[in-house]
T-cell receptor, first 111, second 117 residues
Framework: GQSLEQPSEVTAVEGAIVQINCTYQTSGFYGLSWYQQHDGGAPTFLSYNALDGLEETGRFSSFLSRSDSYGYLLLQELQMKDSASYFCAVRGGNYGQNFVFGPGTRLSVLP | EAGVTQFPSHSVIEKGQTVTLRCDPI?????LYWYRRVMGKEIKFLLH????????ESGMPNNRFLAERTGGTYSTLKVQPAELEDSGVYFCASSQDFASGLHNEQFFGPGTRLTVL
């Protein structure tokens, strides 16, 4: 079967750094995406890693290790507006034609 | 540039009725995806279109669900007859074609909240 695991909840304070981990078992792997979703809103794209290593985009960075079937999203200089759910998603299938999302991690940023 | 739009935003129907959800992707986006999120659980992939062709419909729950994308523009997802467990938020997403190198960035619509009573 296909499965992704993420912590269900993470809490941190403003200005801190938080890491959200994602491990996966899927049939076929083409890359790992991260999405942010605020309550009542639509998921918004944050990053995509196809190769091993760290990708940095502003305060957010994403890491992938294909040999470990593991990735993480790193959020730095946390702000209150970062409070949201974060989903990892694997692009998989025989030729990368489908996506499997993780259960999501709810991040709460406290003042 | 207009984003992905979905209609209706909410739908409340009774068990056994039919509902059709519509998604208008970003203009020019070849890839169109349907997802469902039930009761705050994971976002579940339903199917993927490239233009008018279904690339993968492995996530479609059963034959009560029918998705179409005639002409490769907007898409519809019909549920007939609806059951209680079909309740949830149905998201549509689109992305550019593979040649653009930007096909991995999916743009999601606001979703349609379906409630089956």
């Amino acid at each position: 079967g296909q499965s992704l695991e993420q912590p269900s909840e993470v809490t941190a304070v403003e200005g801190a750094i938080v890491q959200i981990n994602c491990t996966y078992q899927t049939s076929g792997f083409y890359g790992l995406s991260w999405y942010q979703q605020h309550d009542g809103g639509a998921p918004t794209f944050l990053s995509y890693n196809a190769l091993d290593g760290l990708e940095e985009t502003g305060r957010f960075s994403s890491f992938l290790s294909r040999s470990d079937s593991y990735g993480y999203l790193l959020l730095q200089e946390l702000q209150m507006k970062d409070s949201a759910s974060y989903f990892c998603a694997v692009r998989g299938g025989n030729y990368g034609q489908n996506f499997v999302f993780g259960p999501g991690t709810r991040l709460s940023v406290l003042p | 540039e207009a984003g992905v739009t979905q209609f209706p935003s909410h739908s409340v129907i009774e068990k056994g009725q039919t509902v059709t959800l519509r998604c208008d992707p970003i203009s020019g986006h070849d890839n169109l995806y349907w997802y469902r999120r039930v009761m705050g659980k994971e976002i579940k992939f339903l199917l993927h279109f490239v233009k008018e062709s279904k690339q993968d419909e492995s996530g479609m729950p059963n034959n009560r669900f029918l998705a179409e994308r005639t002409g490769g523009t907007y898409s519809t997802l019909k549920v007939q007859p609806a059951e209680l467990e079909d309740s949830g938020v149905y998201f549509c997403a689109s992305s550019q074609d593979f040649a653009s190198g930007l096909h991995n960035e999916q743009f999601f619509g606001p979703g349609t909240r379906l409630t089956v009573l």
